[in-house]
Structures are given as C-alpha cells and as structure tokens.
C-alpha cells in the first residue's frame, strides 16, 4: 500500500499559507510605500549638519532680511542663488566679527575657498524648476520653503515629489498670492477668498489649458 | 515511455519561466537623478579651487553687462558723477515702487528703512551709518549714490554684484523720494495731507 504524501494538516496549511502570504505581501507593500513617503527617504523635516549653524530664524523673524538679500536671482534666473561669502561678510565684517561661529565664514572670504554645505533643496536633474516664473507669477517663497522664518536650523519643508508639484499646477488658485506678497514670510495664502485667487490666476496670465501639466514643462 | 525524460525537463523549465520577470526589477534606478552636468554651486573635482562656477577672466565683463563709458552701467557721465537718470530709465511710479521693494530688501537693513541709518544691523554693530537727510547729502549728485551703491565706501561692501543696473537705479531715484520725504515744505503737500499736519497728526 502506498504511504500518504501529504500530512493530515496538509490542507489547513495550504489555506491558511495562501491567507498570510497575501497579507505579507500587502503589508510588505504598505510598508515600502509608508518608508518612501516618511521623512527617512525624504528628509522632509530633518535639519541637515552645516558647516556653519545658519539660522534663517534669527536672520528672517529676528532681523526681517529679505530673502532676496541673500538670494539675489530668484527673480530672474532658474536658480534662486545660493549666497556667496561676500554676502554674509557685508554685514558679518561688522556685527559678531570675532564670533567662532562664523570662523569658517572669514576664513573663506579671506582664503578665498568656499564654504562647502549641505543641500537642502535638491530636485532631480531631469527637473528643470525655474524660480524666476514662480515668483513672477504670484508663488510665494513660504508656499514650497514652508515657514522658514522658524526654522533655527534649515530642513526642507516638503518631500518635492511630483505629485506634490502637479497638485499646485493642476490648480495654482490653491497656492496663490498677489505678486507683492510674495517674499512676505508671514502672508496666509488662504486669507484671500477662493474666489480673488482664482481671478488672481487669470490676472498673472497662468495658462490654464493644460500646459502647466504637459511633461515638457518641466522635463525638458 | 520514450518521451518522458524530455517532458519533465520541459516541465521543470516552465515552472522556473517566471525567474526572467526579475528582470524587472532592474528598472527601478536612480542614476539620472545626478547626471554629468553641473547644477549652480556644485563642487567640481576637475577644476582645482573645487568649484564648477567659474569667475569671470580677469578684465573681462558679460556681453550686454558693462560699458565704461555708460552712465547707466557706471553713474558717471565724463569721468564726473552724472546729476541726471541715464536715458535708458524711466522716472516713472514704477521705478520708484520698484526702487522701494529694492531698498527694503538690499539696502534697509543697515539704512533704515527710512534712510536715516537706523536699520537693525546697524543697531547691532558699532556701526554708525549716515542718514541720508543732510545737506551734504540732500545736494550730492545721484550718480554718487549709484557708484556707492555698485562700488561700496568705507565699511559698505558694494552692491553691483548682487543687483541688476536698472534696479540699481531704482533704487537711487527711492533715496531721492525718501530724502524728499524727510525734508519737504508742507505748503506742497496735497490739502488733505496738510489738514493733517495742520492738526498736529
């Protein structure tokens, strides 16, 4: 006579096996989605070490610097300009000249080597952002950079991914503001009706037809 | 049966034939997100000062970014500080409300934001920044302001690297309003205007 081959639970385990890998798969699935999403992969939130602890809370709230002082081409050129030494030392060779703090500051400036840091803000680069448009066209500096003014040590304020992007340019009367509040740190965008925005978005000439969401724009 | 052995190796193959679809997974791939091109500010191994932005030759300016013999570009007309706005600027409400947002954000700080030298940095240094409202001032040709603005005097870095010419002189025609607004006749102010001055408001 020949021996079974399969056990007596043999059944059981097949069903409940089939039941749990299933759910493994999906917990696996959330899990990987959760970890790409969180601040861990995106490092939304999480200040980055600097070689010098700049804060944008003192220079922003504390001594309301514009954020064109340092970043002087965001209103004409695709990149917002990140400051040269000369910059800090325009003021730093007067307040706080012998602080340690800002020692690799002049030594740069007087070695004339740059101060290497770490970037925040980094979209791939098959991403061509251009800040220059998004200002003119009414995006304020807080809507994407978050509440900068709070910020003691510099962390980026949201994840960049496209979706992020496409939610605003699928409807930019969400995030709009008029042109001159826009490098105001303390503007609520949401303190102008619906409405106004909306008619903002046909005074600053944003094409709603679709060409805000074509791959070109952006993926030249 | 003859044809059993070539059937169990067919067989053992099309159980394994899912093993290519892991192929798939070599799509996913993030090499492009930094590709053989510089960003502004990137570090440059190939060039020996570790930038990939280079500064300009020596003696060299940008096309279309400087003539000496311009005014708009240097503030003087003739070698002496020109009293006028070059040609190419426009007096108009848009230069000055141009030159006002120029000025609260490059220039306030240390000036003030009415020109008088009272900005916060200068609270917080033993700096002693002029005010803009004395005579000395008042009668100084605005080719003056440009060339400090761009060139910098004593302590004051110059400007010219970080705003454009045009802006430039927006802001030199705000100085003019603001030294105006400190230094008018209230007999030219609009009734209204006088009314309240009148009333000690």
Not at chain 2, 98 to 107: D, K, L, Q, W
Not at chain 2, 129 to 143: N, Q
Not at chain 2, 146 to 175: P, S
Request: aromatic content about 10%; proline content about 7%; glycine content about 6%.
């Amino acid at each position: 006579m020949s021996a079974q081959i399969f056990s007596r639970n043999a059944n059981a385990n097949l069903r409940v096996s089939v039941i749990a890998i299933t759910l493994l798969l999906f917990g696996i699935i959330a899990a990987l989605i959760g970890l790409y999403l969180s601040p861990w992969y995106t490092d939304a939130g999480v200040a980055k070490a600097q070689p010098v602890p700049f804060s944008h809370k003192h220079h922003v709230a504390d001594l309301k610097i514009d954020c064109r002082y340092c970043h002087n081409t965001v209103e004409r050129a695709a990149t917002a300009g990140f400051p040269a030494t000369e910059t800090c030392m325009s003021c730093h060779s007067q307040v706080w000249t012998t602080s340690p703090l800002l020692k690799p500051v002049r030594d740069s400036y007087a070695n004339n080597t740059p101060l290497v840091w770490n970037r925040i803000y980094d979209l791939p680069a098959f991403v061509y952002f251009n800040h220059s448009i998004h200002v003119a066209k009414g995006v304020g500096c807080t809507t994407c950079h978050g509440q900068i003014q709070t910020m003691a040590l510099t962390s980026k304020a949201q994840p960049l991914y496209m979706g992020w992007c496409l939610g605003c340019h699928r409807d930019p009367a969400q995030n709009i503001r008029p042109r001159d509040q826009v490098f105001n740190v303390d503007y609520d965008v949401q303190s102008l009706p619906l409405a106004e925005r909306q008619q903002l978005v046909a005074d600053y000439k944003i094409p709603t037809d679709g060409r805000l969401t074509n791959c070109y724009t952006c993926h030249r | 049966m003859a044809n059993a052995a070539p059937n169990r190796t067919i067989a053992r193959l099309v159980r394994l034939s899912w093993l290519p679809l892991l192929l798939i997974l070599s799509a996913c791939h993030i090499d492009m997100y930094d590709q053989p091109k510089y960003k502004p500010n990137q570090p440059s191994d190939f060039f020996q000062d570790g930038r990939a932005m280079r500064a300009p030759a020596p003696n060299t300016v940008a096309m279309n970014s400087f003539r000496p013999d311009s005014p708009l570009y240097t503030g003087k007309l003739n070698g002496e500080l020109t009293t006028d706005l070059p040609p190419e600027i426009k007096l108009d409400a848009n230069l000055l409300a141009r030159g006002r947002t120029v000025f609260n954000a490059y220039c306030a700080p240390c000036h003030g934001l009415a020109g008088d030298g009272k900005g916060v940095i200068a609270n917080r240094g033993p700096l002693v920044v002029p005010s803009y409202h004395t005579d000395r001032l008042r009668k100084m040709a605005v080719g003056y302001f440009f060339d400090v603005a761009t060139n910098g005097i004593n302590r004051m870095y110059g400007y010219g690297g970080r705003i454009t010419a045009e802006d430039r002189w927006a802001v030199v025609a705000y100085v003019r309003a603001l030294q105006l607004s400190q230094n008018a006749d209230a007999k030219a102010l609009p009734a209204d205007d006088q009314a309240k001055v009148d009333a000690g408001k």
